[in-house]
């Protein structure tokens, strides 16, 4: 495949195939000869719960091993990468929401966001985080231990923390499905605006349709088969 193509697309994946194998050596496929490109802008992968949706973000982003096929991101055949090189290029050039949030509990809002900013030797002005922080409303809790916020408080520290290392691809798992309604819009809001700078690409996994026909572009899950894209606004 083209390598241009490939950066164009920004993310491509060919005969995907993921199963994971069980201790008395069982194994058990998610999924299997799946196809996905995403360019700039937003793309939703959705389908009902338990469908491998998750799965396939982690593949996608090379937080978990596939078990066939191949990935490039921005180029880059992650798929044949070793895990230092993944690890440094993920640093670089990705950012992940997850739906454990991943935080340190006992340390500050203010430090959680810009702890993989000092572990990649990267500085950002003080400006642009306070900038975030109220834009996501959490003014006041710059000091507060992540572990004392609510899980929806957790949920926008984790997607500050992302959005402030400027990458150029998001992956985000659920992203608002600890949030209300109103507060979901707003981060649902904040991701695509990132989304539609120039050069850069989130995948949102959601269960969310309403939220999921906002998008660019929309994959459809369903057991173990992605049924094609989706422009915006096709019914299921």
């Known amino acids: 495949m083209d390598t241009g193509a490939q950066y164009n697309n920004m993310i491509v994946a060919d005969n995907l195939g993921k199963s994971f194998v069980?201790?008395?050596?069982?194994?058990?496929p998610v999924f299997s000869g799946l196809a996905f490109t995403?360019?700039?802008?937003?793309?939703?992968?959705?389908?009902?719960s338990g469908c491998g949706k998750s799965t396939l973000l982690?593949?996608?982003?090379?937080?978990?091993?596939?078990?066939?096929g191949n990935v490039w991101?921005?180029?880059?055949?992650?798929?044949?990468?070793?895990?230092?090189?993944?690890?440094?290029f993920r640093r670089t050039h990705i950012g992940f929401v997850f739906q454990a949030y991943n935080l340190v509990p006992s340390m500050s809002v203010w430090d959680n966001i810009q702890l993989p900013l000092n572990l990649a030797g990267r500085k950002v002005s003080s400006e642009r985080i306070s900038e975030l922080i109220t834009r996501f409303r959490l003014n006041g809790h710059d000091g507060d231990a992540a572990g004392s916020l609510s899980g929806g408080?957790?949920?926008?520290?984790?997607l500050i923390r992302t959005l402030v290392a400027d990458p150029d691809?998001?992956?985000?798992?659920?992203p608002t499905g600890a949030l209300d309604q109103r507060t979901g819009q707003l981060v649902f809001e904040e991701l695509k605006a990132f989304a539609h700078r120039p050069g850069?690409?989130?995948?949102?996994?959601?269960?969310?349709?309403?939220?999921?026909?906002?998008c660019d572009f929309v994959y459809i899950m369903q057991d173990g088969n992605l049924n094609g894209s989706a422009p915006s606004g096709v019914q299921v």
């Open 200 to 214: 850069k690409c989130v995948i949102i996994v959601t269960h969310d349709w309403r939220l999921a026909k906002l």
């Open 153 to 158: 408080e957790q949920q926008r520290v984790a």
């Open 169 to 174: 691809v998001v992956f985000a798992d659920e």
């Open 22 to 28: 069980s201790g008395d050596g069982t194994s058990t």
């Open 58 to 68: 982690y593949c996608l982003s090379g937080l978990e091993p596939v078990s066939q």
């Open 38 to 48: 995403a360019g700039s802008g937003m793309t939703a992968i959705t389908g009902p």
């Open 73 to 88: 991101v921005l180029g880059e055949a992650i798929h044949e990468k070793d895990q230092r090189d993944l690890a440094l």
